[in-house]
């Protein structure tokens, strides 16, 4: 009876053991398909194959090499969320007492996905960025000095893209550029890499090209209003400074997450080096002179009316084929450390017509606002983040005179309501936190209630968001929600806009 029991329980002993070994190994699956889904979703949605060779690569890493050993492997986007690559890991486990019952392996599978939430394009859902005035308020173009004269009556939206020079203040409303905090005191968020716009070029297109409205800083003088004429570049400092700027295009290679494989396509060189130079006479779109009294600070700067890139378009890149690009705006260079201006610009990208451009999770907009109600576009949110949180994050809002209100517009099929947010600022002289409200203030009596200082806006999407589409009438694209800015008085206003949807970009996710 002793040899009959023990018999039985060594066989019981081997059948955990044999359980056990399975476990250790469908578990070492488990985390070799973790890996793998998470190697290669961030080449989603654009690059299906690469993300499938990444996720098998990095498998393979982990010690389950497809077609080896009876090892499967598969890696595919997602049939409903593109955005979403799910992994299967699957192969045999030896035995070790089962093979006394004739059974000599265990098939282990194992499952993940991971999800990849792009960085949410901003400020455009148009081949076009940062474009507020190219006609004058009778819609004639003509007194525009370029060859381009068809793409001089693109729409306004409301803004032209702006970056402040490395010697400038965080306070002036570009949180990343300026490398001062008050006196000379650093900006802790000094970032010496700029601004990122992306450009989306379509499949099929062999003669996309990038074109940036001007370019150079050329600075001009204020209008009858006390708004800066043209484009408004100005110095913020001292006059006559030389400004530095510097424009280069990149091939992302469908990783918008990492620069760190980008490859250089082309920079602007040294073009707009060391510009210190001032409109003494132009006229633009009908506003009137450039120049303020005598000079404009810069009696001794050269006149830039013959600039050939002042209020025209200058080409950065032409013959792009379809892929992902990035247009990377600098004033980092030595040159800037002791000059504090802003330049501003517009980007296009040229094609097949179906191109984009757009900010790339943070831009600064330059806004130069009359009184009334001013609508910006603000970033597009796609229906698959239905249930999770849209951040907006506004750096300096507000420097306008007068009073001024600023609400969320939020897309729906049969127009545009006002979302309801909950916000927190971390200085400044307004509240700072509020929930459920429609409406924040940003300024009052000429004042900015968050002079220097971040707003945080919060805004849960509905797990139905999206349902029934995100099209209001009048767009052209679905999901793009706006600013709606109301103020009593026109104004210059510089300000940092970040969106995210909240929480980790890349992410395993249930299914």
Known sequence: MVGLFLSLLMAVVGLAIDVAW????????QRAADAAALAGVVYLPANASGARTAALNEAAKNGYTNGTGGVVVT????AINNKILDVTVSGPVRTFFARLLGISIFNGSRDAHAEFILPVPMGSP????GIYK?????GSCSSVRDARESEDSLASQGFWGGVITRGGQHSNGDAYSPFFNGGSTQNTEYDANGYSYDVEIPRGVTNGAVWIFDATFCAVGHGSTGTYLGTG?????????PVTLQYRLWDTLATPYTTADDVLVTDSGST????NQVDKGSRFRGDGNYADGAGYGGGTSADCQSDPYHNRWYRLASGLGEGTYRIQVTTSDPSNSNTSAENMFGLEVTGSGN????????????????SGSSVFYLAQVDPVH??????????????????????????????????TFSFAANGGTGPQSGSNVTLLQTASGGSTLYNNAWVTISIPLPTNYGQGGLTPPGETEPGWWKIEYQITAAGNDTTTWEVNIRGNPVHLVLQ
């Open 272 to 275: 707009f080096f060391n510009l």
């Open 75 to 78: 890696a595919a986007a997602g």
């Open 126 to 129: 148009q081949d076009y960025y």
């Open 22 to 29: 399975y476990q250790v190994n469908v578990d070492r699956m």
């Open 386 to 419: 239905a249930g999770k949180t849209l951040e907006i994050r506004l750096f300096d809002p507000g420097d306008v005179g007068g009073d001024a209100t600023l609400r969320i517009k939020r897309p729906t099929p049969t127009g545009y309501v006002y979302a």
């Open 134 to 138: 190219l006609c004058d308020s009778t």
């Open 355 to 370: 191109e984009r451009v757009y900010g790339q999770s943070r831009m600064v907009a330059y806004a130069n606002v009359a």
């Open 233 to 241: 570049d100005h110095w913020i400092g001292p006059g006559g400074q």
